[in-house]
């Protein structure tokens, strides 16, 4: 399976952007680059996805290094609620699972 | 909203006892995946179907777990002779499309404690 480097924590204040960085220098051409976060209690929820370009929608945007060899999750104004690990995967062509690794888990103060 | 539904949402068993756990996805999604969550570890994907059958079950860690989907709905996942080392968060996921796209839906999980 291709592997994903992601922090262990990260630590952020209310109101303010966060970025989560995401290392995957294995990624091959196919494979996409997959975000969810899981909320304490709560099954895993998918956040935005990519392949080549960037990525924006209601939750996130997703910048992704023209290399393909890094990607970074931003949050543009973190709220309590955002507080979760959030994990990146490559979701490789043909194989049906997503496979998580230990995320990063994300503590936003007030 | 009709979200992918778990059921029991806890389950207290005691070692040596058979288990099943149901898992009713969102109407007309095709695929569907297993995975367990221990404490302080991400989901561990067990075993994926397409419709009814077993497209890829490599997670499932030993015969003593089984799946069924038998009419391309709900699914069970049926654990014998329960170990203490099965407690766990046991998570099912459903998916309109299987392709490398598609976005899983969770549910809330069922937790497994054996004693």
């Known amino acids: 399976d291709a592997k994903t480097t992601q922090p262990n924590s990260m630590e952020s204040n209310e109101e303010e952007p966060v970025h989560l960085p995401c290392n995957h220098s294995?990624?091959?051409?196919?494979?996409?680059i997959h975000w969810y976060r899981q909320l304490p209690s709560q099954g895993p929820e998918y956040v935005i996805h990519?392949?080549?370009s960037n990525v924006n929608n209601r939750m996130a945007s997703l910048a992704i290094a023209e290399d393909r060899k890094s990607s970074t999750l931003i949050l543009h104004r973190a709220t309590l609620r955002d507080a979760a690990v959030y994990y990146c995967?490559?979701?490789?062509?043909?194989?049906?699972?997503?496979?998580f690794g230990q995320g990063t888990r994300l503590t936003i103060n007030p | 909203g009709a979200g992918v539904s778990q059921t029991p949402s806890n389950k207290v068993t005691e070692k040596g006892k058979y288990v099943e756990l149901r898992c009713d996805p969102i109407?007309?999604?095709?695929?569907l995946y297993w995975y367990r969550q221990s404490l302080g570890q991400g989901p561990e994907f067990l075993i994926y179907?397409?419709?009814?059958?077993?497209?890829?079950d490599s997670g499932l860690p030993n015969d003593r777990f089984f799946a069924v989907r038998p009419e391309g709905s709900v699914s069970t996942l049926k654990i014998q002779r329960t170990e203490r080392g099965d407690s766990a968060v046991y998570l099912c996921?459903?998916?309109?499309?299987?392709?490398?796209?598609?976005?899983?839906?969770f549910g809330e999980g069922s937790r497994l404690t054996v004693l």
């Open positions: 995967i490559l979701r490789i062509q043909g194989a049906q699972k997503l496979v």
């Open positions: 990519g392949l080549t």
């Open positions: 109407s007309g999604h095709t695929a």
């Open positions: 294995t990624i091959s051409g196919t494979d996409y």
């Open positions: 179907f397409q419709g009814t059958g077993a497209a890829d």
């Open positions: 996921a459903s998916s309109l499309t299987s392709g490398p796209a598609g976005e899983l839906f």
